[in-house]
């Protein structure tokens, strides 16, 4: 497949800023090229731009995922990855996506916002993928497949035989999101980068290494591919702050992999609680941080957990989740608070006391 076909038209003839940073390798003695203020008032190094290509970051991520640091491309969360795929590959109003539902919501708003139209393509009801489907809804102005494994919110990881046939014979780009693969027993695509041109894999650090604040997500697929990313982006688009915070929790591997360890025991845990309750219908299998649970009325335990003061995510409305909300693994005290509250619940809406 030739991915140069698959760019807009504008965005191959682009001729990116190039920052006064980006045009200087090494530390001067003198920086006047930048137009900061050489007053360092934060004390900790603020006035000064921070790299624009974020080198230390990628040769110690390269490291630990074992994917070339050219094969890597790091942003502002995984959602800043999933706006600049639109920007690259989907003229607006004419050229296409396919998403699976039920799945990630900001799929369909970049869709929207970019205004690519969309097929969605539903999984099955046991939330697996449909390649053939898949192949039917493809026109000749299809660029990009968005598949989540392990999904959200539906937990479960995408069978690898079917990733892999839509990598050999879907016509676009396949990004595979995997912003949960960190608690899940399977190894990542990107191991499989080699083999696929066409594939985008999805990482962040907002959940199993516990930086959702910090902002930082992260895209692997081949040098061509990030090379367009690291031409659309904002030349500066992960600050100083939040890079010297990932190089501290990538430097500590062994801390997120204690908290995972315990967040998939806290996990059974929570799944046993929750099967013993007469008003739990399913607790489904799912291989990321949360649960999705099938309630008799998913609203009523919604908001008797909410007057607890206790907040998840209700996912009732989205395709095969009826009556379902999506329960994330907090900290075993979180745990049990939430479990204590379910006892209490009686099947009434508002009128215990
Ligand atoms: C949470 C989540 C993300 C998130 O990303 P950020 O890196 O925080 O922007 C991406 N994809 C899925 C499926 C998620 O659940």
């Given at each position: 497949m030739e991915i140069q076909k698959l760019v807009r038209l504008n965005i191959r003839n682009l001729k990116p800023y190039s920052s006064a940073r980006s045009e200087f390798v090494g530390t001067a003695a003198v920086m006047l090229d930048a137009n900061e203020n050489g007053h360092d008032l934060s004390g900790e190094g603020l006035n000064r731009y921070?790299?624009?290509?974020?080198?230390?970051?990628?040769?110690?991520?390269?490291?630990?995922?074992s994917v070339p640091a050219e094969s890597i491309f790091t942003g502002n969360g995984s959602d800043e990855a999933i706006d600049l795929l639109f920007r690259i590959f989907c003229e607006?109003?004419?050229?296409?996506?396919?998403?699976?539902?039920?799945t990630y919501g900001m799929y369909e708003v970049l869709a929207a916002i970019h205004r690519t139209p969309l097929k969605k393509v539903p999984l099955d009801?046991?939330?697996?993928?449909?390649?053939?489907?898949?192949?039917a809804a493809v026109t000749r102005r299809t660029k990009l497949?968005?598949?989540?494994?392990?999904?959200?919110?539906?937990?479960?990881?995408?069978?690898?035989?079917?990733?892999?046939?839509?990598?050999r014979k879907f016509p676009?780009?396949?990004?595979?999101?995997?912003?949960?693969?960190?608690?899940a027993e399977q190894k990542s695509w990107s191991l499989q980068l080699p083999e696929f041109p066409n594939l985008v894999v999805l990482q962040t650090l907002s959940k199993a290494w516990a930086l959702a604040g910090a902002r930082f997500g992260m895209a692997f697929?081949?040098?061509?591919?990030?090379?367009?990313?690291?031409?659309?982006?904002y030349p500066y688009n992960v600050n100083m702050l939040t890079q010297r915070k990932v190089l501290e929790a990538l430097a500590e591997p062994e801390k997120t992999h204690a908290a995972v360890v315990n967040i998939l025991a806290e996990k059974s845990r929570l799944r046993e609680a929750l099967l013993k309750f007469s008003f739990v219908k399913t607790v489904y299998p799912g291989d990321a941080n949360f649960l999705l649970v099938k309630f008799e009325d998913a609203r009523a335990v919604f908001e008797h957990l909410k007057r607890q003061s206790i907040v998840v995510r209700d996912r009732s409305g989205e395709l095969h989740c009826g009556n379902c909300l999506r329960i994330t693994i907090g900290t075993k005290s979180e745990n049990v608070r939430m479990v204590e509250a379910l006892a209490g619940f009686n099947g009434s809406l508002g009128l215990e006391s």
């Open positions: 921070p790299g624009p290509l974020q080198h230390a970051v990628k040769a110690r991520l390269s490291a630990l995922k607006p109003g004419h050229d296409e996506a396919v998403i699976c539902p039920p009801a046991g939330f697996g993928l449909r390649p053939e489907a898949i192949f497949l968005f598949l989540c494994s392990p999904n959200n919110p539906s937990g479960n990881l995408a069978d690898p035989e079917a990733v892999a046939l839509l990598l676009g780009i396949v990004v595979v999101d995997e912003a949960y693969i960190d608690f697929a081949s040098p061509q591919i990030t090379g367009l990313f690291d031409k659309v982006k």
